[in-house]
Antibody, heavy 118, light 108 residues
Framework: QVQLQESGPGLVKPSETLSLTCTVS????????WSWIRQPPGKGLEWIGF???????NYNPSLKSRVTISIGTSKNQFSLKLSSVTPADTAVYYC????????????WGQGTLVTVSS | EIVLTQSPDTLSLSPGERATLSCRAS???????LAWYQQKPGQAPRLLIY???SRATGITDRFSGSGSGTDFTLTISRLEPEDFAVYYC?????????FGQGTRLEIK
């Protein structure tokens, strides 16, 4: 059974960098696409970007200048970095595994709330 | 960027009734690469439908998807209490991947 778990600080100061890690169990990260999606409190879903195990990435143009998604140095982890955050970046951040060939999300982590505040 | 507009914003129905949710795209969705997700409070979204009409693993046949091009529909044939939630459509054929704003299905 594929499981994903987000981890990282729940509070980030404005102008700093948000860093999250997604740990995958029940599947190898060496296949499929792996995505980050966020949801501001009480609002809808926003796709942030994905990474393929080979390292190929694709980011939402609205965030592209601030986002980096990478495969973790530890096995079966991938990470998200979002720089120069503002309160508008406050959201629940989800990591997910996409289907083998297409970029819809089959498996999701439970999500982690990140608040941007001084 | 493809903008997805869902309607209605809120749908009030009773258990046992049929629900019809709409998702309209600002331009044609490539190869009908459209998915539907269900989200309950405090939970991650759950994949229901992909490719406009294919049910995801483990999804009851009370859920069905249809449509092509710019107009897509999610139908729930007989509402059960656990179906009341927020539903999102998503297009994954063009970058950036985009979601609709969601339809809240509430108990009447």
């Amino acid at each position: 059974q594929v499981q994903l778990q987000e981890s990282g600080p729940g509070l980030v100061k404005p102008s700093e960098t948000l860093s999250l890690t997604c740990t995958v169990s029940g599947a190898s990260i060496s296949s499929h696409y792996w995505s980050w999606i966020r949801q501001p409190p009480g609002k809808g879903l926003e796709w942030i970007g994905f990474i393929y195990y080979s390292g190929t990435t694709n980011y939402n143009p609205s965030l592209k200048s601030r986002v980096t998604i990478s495969i973790g140095t530890s096995k079966n982890q991938f990470s998200l970095k979002l720089s120069s955050v503002t309160p508008a970046d406050t959201a629940v951040y989800y990591c997910a595994r996409d289907s083998f060939n297409w970029n819809y999300q089959e498996y999701w982590g439970q999500g982690t709330l990140v608040t941007v505040s001084s | 960027e493809i903008v997805l507009t869902q309607s209605p914003d809120t749908l009030s129905l009773s258990p046992g009734e049929r629900a019809t949710l709409s998702c309209r795209a600002s331009q044609s969705v490539i190869s009908n690469y459209l998915a539907w997700y269900q989200q309950k409070p405090g939970q991650a979204p759950r994949l229901l439908i992909y490719g406009a009409s294919s049910r995801a693993t483990g999804i009851t046949d009370r859920f069905s998807g249809s449509g092509s091009g710019t107009d897509f529909t999610l139908t729930i044939s007989r509402l059960e209490p656990e179906d009341f939630a927020v539903y999102y459509c998503q297009q994954y054929g063009s970058s950036p991947i985009t979601f609709g704003q969601g339809t809240r299905l509430e108990i009447k």
